[in-house]
């Protein structure tokens, strides 16, 4: 490993560590999610659509045997690395979410955090997330809703900009589950606020500026006083959902 590319990777799990996330939109979802989650000692965890391995790592060190994977090689390889530094034991590996290399009902909890929307068969993918969870077990997603108003010329420009298939009501979360063998427990809407709404639309408006991102994550704890003071639950920009194997 190069000596700039050992910098890079101490810097994320110091965003990591510090602020819990490298953007203040996943941050914002991330606390909800973990809490939600609430993994245990012994519990067997996937992580699908894992990226760069930042929210598996963030899983493991409260406990639970975690797995992570992704299409990526290039996140895997980065998700290993910071496994590596962090000396955080996770399992990463390549693979897709339409066809887990995991045998049936292997698993406590999935979770899968801000992708769903970008699958093309978010059908399969969910079919398959039933298939590896054990009786009881359950899973956690975040997904786009976009509920909150917003000029549909700017809804489109993040649809191609961000690559979404698929944006979901509480409705069509329950249905798509339902449809899957599962059994959505419950569902809130996050990112509800008119501050968190400000930074969201700036965001897409200009180009993805992802050092924005990382400089609002330092404001995350005054957008999460406004998400609690000012928050419309009704809608918002990411939905979570909570569903059950039965």
Not at 94 to 120: I, M, T, W
Request: hydrophobic share 45%; net charge positive; aromatic share 10%.
């Amino acid at each position: 490993m190069n000596i700039n590319q050992l910098l890079k990777d101490r810097f994320r799990l110091f965003l990591l560590k510090i602020l819990g996330a490298s953007a203040f939109a996943r941050w914002l979802e991330w606390r909800k999610l973990l809490k939600w989650l609430n993994p245990q000692k012994g519990e067997k965890i996937l992580d699908i659509a894992c990226g760069d391995g930042e929210l598996s790592l963030r899983i493991a060190a409260k406990g639970g045997e975690v797995h992570g994977i992704d299409m990526s090689v290039q996140g895997i390889a980065s998700a290993k690395r910071l496994a590596g530094i962090a000396k955080i034991k996770c399992e990463f590996a390549v693979g897709d979410a339409e066809r887990l290399p995991y045998q049936d009902g292997f698993f406590d909890k999935v979770v899968c955090s801000s992708s769903l929307e970008h699958f093309k068969d978010d059908a399969q993918s969910l079919s398959e997330m039933k298939r590896v969870l054990k009786p009881g077990g359950r899973v956690i997603l975040t997904v786009d809703s976009f509920t909150y108003p917003i000029a549909p010329a700017l809804k489109e420009h993040h649809r191609k900009m961000c690559a979404v298939e698929h944006y979901y009501t509480r409705e069509d979360m329950a249905g798509a589950l339902q449809n899957a063998g599962l059994t959505m427990s419950r569902s809130e809407n996050l990112l509800t606020s008119g501050l968190t709404s400000f930074f969201i639309k700036f965001w897409i408006k200009y180009n993805r500026l992802n050092n924005l991102f990382i400089l609002i994550a330092f404001l995350s704890p005054l957008l999460l006083l406004s998400e609690n003071l000012f928050g419309n639950k009704d809608i918002g920009y990411t939905l979570i959902a909570e569903a059950v194997k039965s």
